[in-house]
């Protein structure tokens, strides 16, 4: 089980990759056999090539993450977060909480997004 | 699945049954063969016998439980709450992300508690 501060780490670096990374260096922080269930409930896609094309579609947007809450338990985090997307009319704001678990190395493992359309916001 | 209304319901009879009910209370909320891991990574609680007994030790203290953010997706549930506990010499806070699983009925078949011993907090 990887130490804790491996897990706060990992947690780091992806929202730092989201913000300001390409889909790659996003990718790039999932073992190669990773799952990602975002949102849950939707189809899981599955291994870091079909994981780097999801992210490619964010890979153009401006986007400032923001980490509100993160708790690690056992191999596992969960955490709430702010997501801000520039528009060219204005940005679209959303708080998923993530739960992902992840190997000795740090790697993430499995990623679970809990959101529904309702909790996207339109902000100036 | 249930709808998101419904789940939204549950969520919250289980924080006011965990700040005012008895254990028989907020165990009425779970499915009869319902699996508690509180802390994530802890040995699971299986069945309502055994998670009456595990809320059993909260049953006689105080506690003011407060939402601080609930996504819902899918047939699940993850939120952010702080649970107050008075104790004899001040109080002990702690803001866990809980994931929960519901049936169609909207009862907990799954509860996985994200926190560590490092998130409790002694405040007066």
Known sequence: MPEQSVIRDAVASYLKAVATGSAADVAALYAEDATL???????????????????????NMRQDVELLALRVAGDSAAFHFRVRTELPDGAAEIEPIDVMTFDEAGRITTMRAFW?????????
């Open 37 to 59: 269930e975002d949102p849950v409930g939707s189809e899981p896609v599955r291994g870091r090539a079909a994981i780097t094309e999801f992210y490619s579609t964010l890979e």
């Open 116 to 124: 529904s359309p309702e909790d996207v916001h339109l902000a100036q």
